[in-house]
Each structure stands twice: as C-alpha cells, then as structure tokens.
C-alpha cells in the first residue's frame, strides 16, 4: 500500500493554468478509471473536485479537468483563481480492494 | 443534504481504547459504502478502512490491521471506528465518508463523495 507519487507543491499565476501528476502503478491508477482528486483548504475537510478520473460533480468549475495515461494521472485548473490556492490530492482504488492516497500538492497562486 | 458528523475523538494514553462514531443523514445510509480516512497533524490524507453497504466486506489498511475494527448500524445510520492499541502515530484527525453516489439507476462508486468535519485523536502519556 504505497502511497501515489506527487510533486510537493506547484505555483502559477492568475489567470494561468497548472498541472499536477499523481503516479502510481498498474495496480491502481494504471489498472482502473477510479481516480479521483480532493482539494483541502487548511482546517477544512476536503472536498471531491474529480471522480473516475475525468468526471466533475455537480457544483465544482469546469476550470478543473482531470485526465489519465497509464501509470499517472492528471489534475488540470485552468484560469488560476486565488481561492485555488490549497492542498490537493489524489486518490486511487486498488487491486486489493483498498484506497491509496497521494502524498498531496501544495498550490500556491502568485 | 448529506451530513456525516464524526465524534468520539480525545485523548487517549498509548495502548489504550477508544470508538469512533459518524452518524449520517440526508441520503440513504444502508445503500452506501463508508470510509475512514485519517490525516496526521501537518499531514497528508490516509486511507484507514471501508464496510460495505451491507456489511459484509471490511478492508483496512496495513497500518491499522488487526487493531482497528470497522462496524456499522444500518438501523441507527452509524458507522464506527473500534481503536485498540493505539499508538503515538495513530494521532490524528479522523473523518468518514461516503462512497460514490447514485443517481437514479446509476451508481458511482470507488471515490470519497462526502466527508464529515472530522475528530481529532491525540495519543499521549
């Protein structure tokens, strides 16, 4: 059960768009379309902003988009807002029938 | 709308016992998989453990196995957290959640839907 792999923090700019990657392996995220990514503000619960690996709930900006190829998939905020700034994570199921979260990302608009 | 409120959370000395509780409301429990996800101070998010809808199926994650029990009361819409031989790193907040959602005849499962406001753990002489 080892946790995804994903870059500590990334930045950008109002207005600009970033990606952040999650890796796992072929047991999790290369192996089934149930990535999802949360986005946590500090003190706060984190909240769902993507599901089987490209879908949006109701409510969340289509600023976010997520995509996937292989062994890592990818969150995508387009526009960069500063309310964007905040924690995220991916999440994968797994051939073990258990959940493996990534490390988490730190988003730091400029 | 869905509300999951987690309590039972303290401070407990190591080795010692303590039950989580997440009552949930707002959509229709017994029909849902449930999670627990732990998050350390200053920490990322960990995956503790799942129950099937009908309580059948219990996963857990390495970390916890064989110390943490997951149960549920599909008749009070309660899930729980049973934590024995707790440990300094089990300090964290805890919350649950739901799995997936359905909408009509289609059901999406395998991600964090909702999430509770979490309880805090601490494990401490």
């Known amino acids: 059960q080892s946790a995804l792999t994903q870059p500590a923090s990334v930045s950008g700019s109002p207005g600009q768009s970033i990606t952040i990657s999650c890796t796992g392996t072929s047991s999790d995220v290369g192996g089934y379309n149930y990535v999802s990514w949360y986005q946590q503000h500090p003190g706060k619960a984190p909240k769902l902003m993507i599901y089987d690996v490209s879908d949006r709930p109701s409510g969340v900006s289509n600023r976010f988009s997520g995509s996937k190829s292989g062994n890592t998939a990818s969150l995508t905020i387009s526009g960069l807002q500063a309310e964007d700034e905040a924690d995220y994570y991916c999440?994968?199921?797994?051939?073990?029938?258990?959940?493996?979260f990534g490390g988490g990302t730190k988003l730091t608009v400029l | 709308q869905v509300q999951l409120v987690e309590s039972g959370g303290g401070v407990v000395q190591p080795g010692r016992s303590l039950r989580l509780s997440c009552a949930a409301s707002g959509f229709s429990f017994s029909y849902y998989g449930m999670h627990w996800v732990r998050q350390a101070p200053g920490k990322g998010l960990e995956w503790v453990s799942l129950m099937s809808s009908d309580g059948n199926n219990r996963y857990y994650a390495d970390s916890v196995k064989g110390r943490f029990t997951i149960s549920r009361d599909n008749s009070r819409n309660t899930l729980y957290l049973e934590m024995n031989s707790l440990r300094a790193d089990d300090t964290a907040v805890y919350y649950c959640?739901?799995?997936?959602?359905?909408?009509?005849?289609?059901?999406?499962?395998?991600?964090?839907?909702?999430w509770g406001q979490g309880t805090l753990v601490t494990v401490s002489s």
């Open positions: 999440s994968s199921y797994t051939s073990s029938s258990t959940r493996v």
């Open positions: 959640a739901k799995d997936g959602y359905c909408s009509g005849a289609n059901c999406y499962p395998n991600h964090f839907h909702s």
